[in-house]
């Protein structure tokens, strides 16, 4: 964290902790307010209710929601109500939502749901191993303008 502070870094993402390192989130807690880092965290639906209302009261810069089991796995769940249902854990903390997001409708599917942002991933970078040089840059181009219109699209 003091690397990362100096760094010039705002907010530190720790994927694991919550799944594989909880006994560590007070550590966690602890290192990010020593070192003027905002802690931000990653849930899953699967997560109990009272511990997703307590990340709340920590106030963190985001919440990022893993909408699938893994990344570019699709699962037969409603993405719809699981992030309608973890807005209303979260409140006025941001909720990102990713894993499998890789498509300007699942974008705009997720922000009418109520996410206030999305995170992709796998997806550019699938692209950027399929294309290569000046027609992977295009296409690359393409495909994020795509996307950002998806966000910049939708009316509340």
């Known amino acids: 964290m003091e690397k990362a502070s100096i760094a010039g870094i705002s907010c530190v993402l ?20 020593k070192y003027g880092v905002e802690p931000a965290f ?4 699967c997560f109990p209710h009272r ?16 909408l699938m089991a893994s990344t570019g796995i699709l699962l037969p ?5 699981t992030i309608r249902i973890m807005k209303g854990l979260v409140g006025d903390t941001p909720l990102l939502a990713g894993f499998a997001i890789s498509t300007p409708q699942q974008i705009s599917n997720c922000i009418k749901a109520g996410a206030d942002g999305v995170i992709i991933g796998s997806a550019l970078l699938r692209l950027l191993e399929m294309e290569q040089g000046e027609n992977g840059a295009t296409k690359l181009k393409s495909f994020i303008l795509s996307l950002k219109e998806a966000l910049t699209g939708w009316q509340c």
């Open 14 to 33: 720790f994927p694991d902790l919550l799944i594989d390192y909880i006994n560590s989130l007070d550590v966690y807690i602890k290192l990010c307010e």
């Open 42 to 45: 990653f849930i899953t639906s």
């Open 51 to 66: 511990l997703i209302s307590k990340l709340t009261k920590i106030d963190p810069a985001f919440i990022y929601l893993g």
């Open 77 to 81: 769940i409603t993405t719809s109500k």
